[in-house]
């Protein structure tokens, strides 16, 4: 169950708001509302929360590999916040920033103290020794309603002997679909996950994470998924994945 | 993608052959012969192998709570090491140990470093710090071919706030229906994964996951998985998954 956007507010406090999304966003914080886009939106604002407070994991660190930096630096290239000051057309790439955990209060009186416990931390970001497990960087672009991922298998993620675990697979499919459901029609959670494997993924390799849009219906958002080579050569895991937005209050009845 | 037995046979050299299932042991390791039954061949032959090595994670920690330690005492007396001495015929729940370590080297001069790092842990026994992650507990039942799953989901696995991410729950679904997988039809691969998100699992449950076999058709076997409260009343997740049979070379091949 994927609630990345709601993931990448962590500790942020909005008047009057849950920080659960863009909507929320858009509608209560007038200051956010210096940019045309939801996601840079979003990324500006996290930025200067974070910035002296929070590690943000989908920045290059020294664990990450010469295809991992060189893909990071082909999307950066073309992204928004290589090209600072222009007003953003959606055909460029952006960057989300990634954090390891998740917001501790909601403002206008309502504590939630009861959903929330203070060691949690993002499954995806649980380990801090760099390179060990998840090392990944999510690039979005608007106008083909596309999320790529760079991905770095580390060997804390081992399922067949050298290769690395279906079930993290499993997860870094439902981060990149979820992620890319929250930016269309936050909140969302993840309601179906089909999940076909098709060729095992070596521990240490970069790979390749793409999710496509589909289709919104009311509350679903579907999304396609392949997991391949970075040259786009070797097909290694496709899937299906089905959203529904939710309300937060879902969370809280259990 | 599972590959459970092969998993638990962790540094275990058996002359002649990979050892990566029941077959093999059966067939190359006439001392491992001793029981009627591949699990309780397999237990024992983990049990003198592991015993001054390694950890064994399937068995009960401080971090284990009530509901964790209240249904292992419960398929622990009605398990073959409860009833140690009997011949076993099918009737008793046999509990599965569990490593973090694969396999190392093959004898019969094939070397497996090319597949193997030294660093690499399975991906749901990487973190030591008890309580934290996964804690869990599998029991196979081979006269009503099933496994059933304790399940401690610890704060390290958060996804939406407070609640398990969807797939540190794919993850625990691909482990059990594989580990039952493998013990029908080792070694297996998962090939596909079809899942369910019904009600989110709050941080710091224990849920139980049970497997069915549904069929065998040639080299694929499918499973049904229901992921519930301990009592049975609330369904969190259901899954439905096939793995195909493989050999070992699948994997060398990459």
């Not at 057309?89 to 955990?101: C, D, I």
């Not at 309502?110 to 060691?119: E, G």
């Not at 380990?127 to 298998?153: H, N, P, S």
Request: proline share 4%.
């Amino acid at each position: 169950m994927a609630r990345n956007v709601g993931r990448i507010f962590s500790g942020f406090r909005c008047s009057g708001s849950l920080p659960f999304g863009k909507t929320q966003l858009k509608t209560r914080c007038p200051r956010l509302l210096l940019r045309t886009t939801p996601e840079r939106t979003v990324v500006q604002a996290l930025s200067s929360i974070f910035s002296h407070k929070s590690r943000d994991f989908s920045l290059p660190n020294s664990s990450w590999g010469e295809e991992m930096m060189r893909l990071y630096n082909h999307y950066s290239s073309q992204s928004g916040e290589a090209a600072e000051g222009q007003e953003d057309q959606g055909e460029q790439w952006t960057r989300l920033p990634s954090y390891n955990r998740s917001l501790k209060y909601a403002t206008g009186g309502v504590y939630l103290s009861k959903i929330i416990q203070s060691k949690a931390r993002l499954f995806t970001r649980n380990i801090r020794d760099t390179g060990a497990a998840f090392e990944y960087v999510l690039f979005f672009r608007r106008d083909k309603q596309r999320c790529v991922c760079i991905f770095q298998a580390g060997h804390l993620l081992e399922g067949p002997p050298g290769h690395v675990h279906g079930g993290a697979i499993a997860t870094m499919i439902d981060t990149v679909t979820g992620t890319h459901a929250s930016l269309l029609s936050a909140p969302v959670m993840t309601a179906n996950l089909n999940i076909n494997y098709r060729s095992p993924i070596p521990l240490g390799s970069t790979v390749l994470v793409e999710s496509t849009m589909d289709k919104e219906e009311g509350k679903k958002t579907f999304l396609s998924c392949r997991v391949t080579s970075t040259d786009g050569s070797k097909l290694h895991t496709e899937a299906a994945a089905l959203f529904v937005s939710i309300n937060v209050s879902h969370l809280l009845r259990g």
